[in-house]
């Protein structure tokens, strides 16, 4: 059992839809990510919140706006997404951002988004 | 130059091999480094941190060149159990994140 819960595990959404990702850690971290994992392409950094502030931001489209209510939540609204918006999006959190000496990061089993 | 570049494989091998993995990173700044393993269809999880003078974990060693800005995965006595997809792990520029480099496919047969 994962301590990082996402939901919903599947989505599928027009290009005029709003519908939002949502992770739940229960771990007590302070950090918590969004990245995006596409076919044939490496994990890729969207946002990072550390202690519920927003700290890395990686050029990531306006159509994705995430929103970080307290340490434990973490959510990812979706609006006029692409086809090209397909993946699985992965949330993870860790102790302090960057993982610490450990490196560990704590992932979530995904959202798969597909956009029609 | 990507941040972190990796040979995507996917590396065939029987049972008992031994198999290595290379991994450079763009980033001269950065501190740490990590190998994650990703199984089909599941999340990353953490392997090994990578230190400085090389470290070993059971059939597992991991080494470091800074000079060359370079990462090593060795898996000895490969099992069936170790097919899985090896990511190499570096730090962000403003140390707040981890980035992935795109993953090393490994399928070991018996």
């Known amino acids: 059992e994962t301590g990082v819960t996402q939901t919903p595990r599947h989505l599928v959404m027009g290009m005029t839809n709003k519908k939002s990702l949502k992770c739940e850690q229960h771990?007590?971290?302070?950090?918590m990510y969004w990245y995006k994992q596409s076919a044939k392409k490496p994990l890729e950094l969207m946002f990072v919140y550390s202690l519920e502030e927003r700290v890395e931001n990686n050029s990531v489209p306006s159509r994705f706006s995430p929103e970080c209510p307290n340490s434990s939540h973490l959510f990812l609204h979706l609006h006029t997404l692409q086809p090209e918006d397909s993946a699985l999006y992965l949330c993870?959190?860790?102790?302090?951002?960057?993982?610490?000496?450990?490196?560990?990061?704590?992932f979530g089993e995904g959202s798969r988004l597909t956009v029609l | 130059r990507k941040e972190v570049e990796q040979d995507p494989g996917p590396f065939n091998v029987p049972e008992g091999a031994t198999v290595a993995f290379n991994c450079t990173y763009s980033n001269s700044a950065s501190q740490s480094f990590f190998w994650y393993r990703q199984d089909c269809r599941k999340e990353p999880k953490l392997l090994m941190s990578v230190y400085s003078s090389g470290n070993e974990d059971g059939r597992f060693t991991a080494q470091l060149n800074r000079a060359s800005q370079y990462i090593s995965l060795l898996i000895r006595d490969s099992k069936l159990s170790d097919s899985a997809t090896y990511l190499c792990v570096v730090n962000s520029q403003a140390g707040t994140a981890l980035i992935f480099g795109k993953g090393t496919t490994l399928s070991v047969s018996s």
């Open positions: 993870a959190s860790s102790p302090i951002a960057g993982g610490g000496n450990t490196g560990e990061l704590f």
């Open positions: 771990l007590g971290h302070n950090a």
